[in-house]
């Protein structure tokens, strides 16, 4: 049975990946990495004033995913 986390990751590629060649081009894009990459992406989909608020959300992700595993 897929586990929460799982739902989490596919959730987050598909959001990368719908933002299109402006936040990421597989071969191309480096500089940005993990969390700073879904950032981009929710900004670019959601507007400038989610960047923020993803990085709440990635800090409490993290820290709730550490206390479980």
């Not at 739902?7 to 402006?22: E, H, K, N, Q, R």
């Not at 923020?52 to 995913?65: D, K, Y």
């Amino acid at each position: 049975m897929p586990r929460r986390r799982d739902y989490v990751c596919s959730a987050t590629a598909f959001l990368i990946l719908l933002a299109g060649p402006d936040v990421y081009t597989p071969g191309v894009t480096s500089g940005a990495a993990g969390a700073s990459l879904t950032q981009f992406a929710v900004a670019a989909e959601l507007g400038a004033w989610t960047a923020l608020l993803m990085s709440v959300l990635v800090v409490a992700a993290s820290s709730s995913a550490r206390s479980r595993d």
